[in-house]
T-cell receptor, first 112, second 110 residues
Framework: GQQVMQIPQYQHVQEGEDFTTYCNSS?????IQWYKQRPGGHPVFLIQ?????EVKKQKRLTFQFGEAKKNSSLHITATQTTDVGTYFC????????????FGAGTQVVVTP | SQTIHQWPATLVQPVGSPLSLECTVE??????LYWYRQAAGRGLQLLFY??????ISSEVPQNLSASRPQDRQFILSSKKLLLSDSGFYLC?????????FGQGTRLTVV
């Protein structure tokens, strides 16, 4: 199908450490989006990647789109307690509807 | 600016009772609208998708239905709720593929 696979499912991080979460697809993606959902909240858009090999940064967050446009990663440096939440990647399906399909998410827990 | 309203925020309903969740969007016309469901600690399951009035795509066969009676109104319904319908229901609309979510409705079926 057109699902995207996210790994790891859970990530426990010590405050100050770095971590990376990955999003993989078996088919070429037209674009990939990343969202963050805080505990008890709703998903909030972070960024969209469109170009092959694209790298975008938002403060301590670095987003990368693979050269083959089949995978993406989110790297967070010097993790803070405010980074707690679930990070989702999402793709647009290639059918005529262009629906937005989400990965299962990476749940991040930060320990002080 | 565009805003999305979803209500109620929480709902406790008995098994077998009907359901109606409403979502409205302001500040845009002809939005693509979505209903997602999220089980506790899980990902977002796409339930319904609409590109216009009366145009609904159902993603997963289930006990729910959706309607779009007006351009900026999307309604999720059930005639008889099941225990398995419990979850966090999110309405969303997209602009240039970016999705904007409502605050969500936390439904508990008892």
């Amino acid at each position: 199908g057109q699902q995207v696979m996210q790994i790891p499912q859970y990530q426990h991080v010590q405050e100050g450490e770095d971590f990376t979460t990955y999003c993989n697809s078996s088919t070429t993606l037209s674009n990939i989006q990343w969202y963050k959902q805080r505990p008890g909240g709703h998903p909030v858009f972070l960024i969209q990647l469109v170009k092959s090999g694209e790298v975008k940064k938002q403060k301590r967050l670095t987003f990368q789109f693979g050269e083959a446009k089949k995978n993406s990663s989110l790297h967070i440096t010097a993790t803070q307690t405010t980074d707690v939440g679930t990070y989702f990647c999402a793709r647009e399906t290639t059918d005529s509807w262009g629906k937005l399909q989400f990965g299962a998410g990476t749940q991040v827990v930060v320990t002080p | 600016s565009q805003t999305i309203h979803q209500w109620p925020a929480t709902l406790v309903q008995p098994v077998g009772s009907p359901l109606s969740l409403e979502c409205t969007v302001e500040g845009t016309s002809n939005p693509n609208l979505y209903w997602y469901r999220q089980a506790a600690g899980r990902g977002l399951q796409l339930l319904f998708y609409s590109v216009g009035i009366g145009q609904i795509s159902s993603e997963v066969p289930q006990n729910l239905s959706a309607s779009r009676p007006q351009d900026r109104q999307f309604i999720l319904s059930s005639k008889k709720l099941l225990l398995s319908d419990s979850g966090f229901y999110l309405c969303a609309w997209t602009m240039n593929t970016e999705a904007f979510f409502g605050q969500g409705t936390r439904l508990t079926v008892v």
